[in-house]
Protein backbone atom coordinates (compact mmCIF):
# COMPACT_ATOMS: atom_id res chain seq x y z
CA UNK A 1 0.00 0.00 0.00
CA UNK A 2 3.04 2.26 -0.27
CA UNK A 3 2.85 5.59 -1.98
CA UNK A 4 5.03 6.61 -4.67
CA UNK A 5 5.93 9.85 -3.12
CA UNK A 6 8.66 11.52 -4.97
CA UNK A 7 6.12 12.27 -8.25
CA UNK A 8 2.95 12.25 -5.70
CA UNK A 9 4.46 15.11 -3.88
CA UNK A 10 5.42 16.89 -6.99
CA UNK A 11 1.66 16.46 -8.03
CA UNK A 12 0.51 17.88 -4.89
CA UNK A 13 3.04 21.36 -5.03
CA UNK A 14 2.09 21.98 -8.02
CA UNK A 15 -1.34 21.99 -7.84
CA UNK A 16 -1.13 24.36 -4.17
CA UNK A 17 -3.62 25.84 -3.32
CA UNK A 18 -3.95 29.32 -0.57
CA UNK A 19 -3.89 28.94 2.74
CA UNK A 20 -6.90 29.84 4.28
CA UNK A 21 -7.41 32.76 5.75
CA UNK A 22 -7.49 33.13 10.11
CA UNK A 23 -9.65 35.75 10.22
CA UNK A 24 -12.22 36.33 12.40
CA UNK A 25 -15.58 36.30 9.56
CA UNK A 26 -17.89 39.48 10.06
CA UNK A 27 -20.95 39.29 12.05
CA UNK A 28 -24.03 36.75 10.14
CA UNK A 29 -21.47 35.17 8.22
CA UNK A 30 -20.62 32.06 8.27
CA UNK A 31 -17.43 31.22 10.74
CA UNK A 32 -14.14 30.63 8.75
CA UNK A 33 -12.68 27.48 8.04
CA UNK A 34 -9.75 27.51 10.54
CA UNK A 35 -9.37 28.27 13.89
CA UNK A 36 -6.09 30.37 15.10
CA UNK A 37 -4.81 29.07 18.21
CA UNK A 38 -1.36 29.88 19.52
CA UNK A 39 1.77 29.48 17.46
CA UNK A 40 -0.57 27.77 14.52
CA UNK A 41 -4.38 27.56 12.97
CA UNK A 42 -6.30 24.92 12.52
CA UNK A 43 -9.40 23.29 10.35
CA UNK A 44 -12.41 23.46 12.00
CA UNK A 45 -13.99 20.23 10.58
CA UNK A 46 -12.20 17.17 9.28
CA UNK A 47 -11.55 17.53 5.83
CA UNK A 48 -14.66 16.03 3.75
CA UNK A 49 -15.16 13.76 0.91
CA UNK A 50 -15.97 16.92 -1.60
CA UNK A 51 -12.55 18.77 -0.44
CA UNK A 52 -10.74 15.78 -1.00
CA UNK A 53 -12.14 14.89 -4.20
CA UNK A 54 -10.77 18.42 -5.60
CA UNK A 55 -7.49 17.86 -3.90
CA UNK A 56 -6.92 14.24 -5.90
CA UNK A 57 -8.56 15.08 -9.52
CA UNK A 58 -5.60 18.43 -9.31
CA UNK A 59 -3.00 16.13 -8.31
CA UNK A 60 -3.86 12.98 -10.54
CA UNK A 61 -4.29 10.72 -7.03
CA UNK A 62 -5.72 7.39 -7.02
CA UNK A 63 -5.93 6.20 -3.60
CA UNK A 64 -4.74 3.49 -2.50
CA UNK A 65 -7.94 1.84 -1.52
CA UNK A 66 -9.51 2.66 -5.17
CA UNK A 67 -6.27 0.40 -6.30
CA UNK A 68 -7.08 -2.53 -3.69
CA UNK A 69 -10.88 -2.53 -4.99
CA UNK A 70 -11.86 -1.25 -1.21
CA UNK A 71 -10.76 0.26 2.27
CA UNK A 72 -11.73 -1.83 5.64
CA UNK A 73 -14.11 -2.35 8.27
CA UNK A 74 -13.59 -4.53 11.29
CA UNK A 75 -15.70 -7.91 11.59
CA UNK A 76 -13.75 -10.94 11.99
CA UNK A 77 -10.61 -9.09 12.09
CA UNK A 78 -9.69 -6.52 9.60
CA UNK A 79 -11.90 -6.87 6.22
CA UNK A 80 -11.60 -5.46 2.88
CA UNK A 81 -14.97 -4.07 1.85
CA UNK A 82 -15.41 -4.09 -1.90
CA UNK A 83 -16.13 -0.22 -3.38
CA UNK A 84 -15.60 1.19 -0.29
CA UNK A 85 -13.60 4.31 -0.99
CA UNK A 86 -13.13 7.68 -0.12
CA UNK A 87 -15.83 8.95 -2.35
CA UNK A 88 -18.29 5.48 -1.15
CA UNK A 89 -17.25 5.25 2.25
CA UNK A 90 -19.91 2.04 2.73
CA UNK A 91 -19.59 1.46 -0.45
CA UNK A 92 -22.49 3.71 -2.43
CA UNK A 93 -21.80 6.77 -4.74
CA UNK A 94 -25.03 8.65 -3.06
CA UNK A 95 -23.02 9.09 0.18
CA UNK A 96 -22.58 13.18 0.97
CA UNK A 97 -19.76 15.00 -0.04
CA UNK A 98 -19.99 16.83 3.06
CA UNK A 99 -18.77 13.42 5.30
CA UNK A 100 -15.50 13.13 6.24
CA UNK A 101 -12.55 11.53 3.72
CA UNK A 102 -12.21 8.01 5.67
CA UNK A 103 -10.15 4.97 3.94
CA UNK A 104 -6.86 7.50 3.21
CA UNK A 105 -3.82 6.75 4.58
CA UNK A 106 -1.19 8.42 6.05
CA UNK A 107 0.68 9.71 3.19
CA UNK A 108 -2.36 10.51 1.24
CA UNK A 109 -3.78 12.86 3.95
CA UNK A 110 -0.22 14.31 4.58
CA UNK A 111 -0.06 15.01 0.98
CA UNK A 112 -3.89 16.95 1.01
CA UNK A 113 -2.11 18.81 3.66
CA UNK A 114 0.63 20.08 1.81
CA UNK A 115 -1.47 21.13 -1.05
CA UNK A 116 -2.98 22.57 1.53
CA UNK A 117 0.16 24.31 2.82
CA UNK A 118 -0.01 23.24 5.70
CA UNK A 119 0.87 19.67 7.04
CA UNK A 120 -0.71 17.04 9.63
CA UNK A 121 -0.87 17.81 13.58
CA UNK A 122 1.48 16.97 16.24
CA UNK A 123 0.20 15.28 19.17
CA UNK A 124 1.09 17.79 21.36
CA UNK A 125 -0.97 20.57 18.80
CA UNK A 126 -4.20 18.09 19.20
CA UNK A 127 -3.92 17.91 22.59
CA UNK A 128 -4.13 21.76 22.93
CA UNK A 129 -6.68 22.42 20.38
CA UNK A 130 -9.13 19.43 21.81
CA UNK A 131 -9.25 20.28 25.02
CA UNK A 132 -7.37 23.64 25.93
CA UNK A 133 -9.71 26.34 25.61
CA UNK A 134 -7.69 29.17 24.14
CA UNK A 135 -10.18 31.56 22.84
CA UNK A 136 -9.66 35.07 25.15
CA UNK A 137 -13.08 35.12 26.41
CA UNK A 138 -14.43 31.07 25.99
CA UNK A 139 -17.80 30.95 24.17
CA UNK A 140 -20.35 27.85 24.50
CA UNK A 141 -19.90 27.84 27.67
CA UNK A 142 -16.01 26.72 27.95
CA UNK A 143 -13.77 28.75 30.33
CA UNK A 144 -10.65 30.25 28.70
CA UNK A 145 -7.55 28.59 30.13
CA UNK A 146 -9.51 25.41 31.09
CA UNK A 147 -8.66 21.94 29.93
CA UNK A 148 -11.08 19.26 29.87
CA UNK A 149 -11.73 15.81 29.85
CA UNK A 150 -13.22 15.80 26.34
CA UNK A 151 -13.29 17.65 23.55
CA UNK A 152 -16.65 18.61 23.92
CA UNK A 153 -16.41 19.86 27.64
CA UNK A 154 -16.75 17.95 31.10
CA UNK A 155 -19.12 15.10 29.52
CA UNK A 156 -19.24 13.20 26.23
CA UNK A 157 -22.72 14.09 25.28
CA UNK A 158 -22.95 15.70 21.55
CA UNK A 159 -20.23 13.85 19.99
CA UNK A 160 -20.30 11.02 17.09
CA UNK A 161 -19.66 7.44 19.01
CA UNK A 162 -21.24 4.48 19.49
CA UNK A 163 -23.07 5.42 22.27
CA UNK A 164 -27.08 6.59 21.41
CA UNK A 165 -27.08 10.15 19.11
CA UNK A 166 -28.38 11.30 15.99
CA UNK A 167 -25.54 9.57 13.77
CA UNK A 168 -25.82 5.92 13.19
CA UNK A 169 -22.64 6.17 11.23
CA UNK A 170 -20.38 9.03 9.81
CA UNK A 171 -21.88 12.52 9.98
CA UNK A 172 -21.42 15.13 8.02
CA UNK A 173 -18.36 17.88 9.00
CA UNK A 174 -19.51 20.68 11.19
CA UNK A 175 -22.77 18.91 12.43
CA UNK A 176 -21.98 17.82 15.75
CA UNK A 177 -21.91 19.85 19.21
CA UNK A 178 -19.26 22.27 18.44
CA UNK A 179 -16.70 21.86 21.62
CA UNK A 180 -13.31 23.19 22.63
CA UNK A 181 -12.06 25.95 20.86
CA UNK A 182 -14.89 25.82 18.53
CA UNK A 183 -13.81 22.78 16.84
CA UNK A 184 -16.49 20.24 15.40
CA UNK A 185 -15.26 15.88 15.47
CA UNK A 186 -11.69 16.52 17.52
CA UNK A 187 -13.97 13.89 19.65
CA UNK A 188 -15.74 10.81 17.55
CA UNK A 189 -16.91 11.15 13.92
CA UNK A 190 -13.72 9.76 12.43
CA UNK A 191 -10.37 8.98 14.16
CA UNK A 192 -7.36 11.58 12.79
CA UNK A 193 -3.82 10.89 11.35
CA UNK A 194 -1.24 13.04 13.04
CA UNK A 195 1.95 13.68 12.22
CA UNK A 196 3.55 11.74 14.19
CA UNK A 197 5.60 8.42 13.13
CA UNK A 198 7.72 5.36 14.85
CA UNK A 199 8.79 3.40 12.48
CA UNK A 200 5.86 1.97 10.03
CA UNK A 201 2.95 3.90 12.12
CA UNK A 202 1.66 6.82 12.87
CA UNK A 203 -0.40 7.72 15.54
CA UNK A 204 -4.36 9.00 15.72
CA UNK A 205 -6.19 10.78 17.84
CA UNK A 206 -10.00 11.06 18.71
CA UNK A 207 -12.05 8.25 18.33
CA UNK A 208 -14.86 7.38 16.17
CA UNK A 209 -18.48 6.89 15.37
CA UNK A 210 -17.91 2.96 16.28
CA UNK A 211 -15.81 4.00 19.81
CA UNK A 212 -16.93 4.91 22.86
CA UNK A 213 -16.30 7.96 24.56
CA UNK A 214 -13.59 6.88 26.78
CA UNK A 215 -11.40 6.81 23.01
CA UNK A 216 -12.06 10.31 22.83
CA UNK A 217 -9.63 11.15 25.64
CA UNK A 218 -6.22 12.64 25.32
CA UNK A 219 -4.96 9.52 27.05
CA UNK A 220 -6.24 7.02 24.57
CA UNK A 221 -4.57 8.17 21.11
CA UNK A 222 -3.48 4.90 19.15
CA UNK A 223 -0.75 3.88 16.93
CA UNK A 224 -1.96 2.40 13.66
CA UNK A 225 0.25 0.91 10.54
CA UNK A 226 0.75 4.19 8.47
CA UNK A 227 0.21 2.83 4.98
CA UNK A 228 -3.35 1.91 6.82
CA UNK A 229 -6.94 2.78 5.80
CA UNK A 230 -10.13 2.36 7.01
CA UNK A 231 -13.93 3.48 7.48
CA UNK A 232 -13.09 5.09 10.86
CA UNK A 233 -9.81 7.15 10.42
CA UNK A 234 -9.54 10.32 8.87
CA UNK A 235 -7.45 13.83 9.53
CA UNK A 236 -7.89 17.39 9.46
CA UNK A 237 -4.61 19.86 9.15
CA UNK A 238 -3.00 22.67 10.86
CA UNK A 239 -1.27 25.49 9.67
CA UNK A 240 1.64 27.29 10.67
CA UNK A 241 1.38 30.73 11.66
CA UNK A 242 4.21 33.37 10.86
Known amino acids: MAVHMTSFWRKCFLAA ?3 LVLAAAPAGAQPPATVALPGFGIDRTEVSIGQFRAFAEAA ?36 SETE ?3 HVSWAEAAAYCAWKEGRLPTADEWRTAA ?10 GFSAGTTYPYPVGDAPAGMNTREEDAWPRLAPVGTTRRGVNGLHDMGGNAWEWLAD ?20 TASAMQWKPADFYAVYVGFRCVYDRQ
Do not use: I, Q
Open 100 to 102: PAV
Open 131 to 140: YRESREKGED
Open 60 to 95: GLVTEAEKAGGGFEWGSGWERRTGWTVYAPFGSRSE
Open 197 to 216: RRDGEALTAGGSWWYGAEET
Open 17 to 19: GML
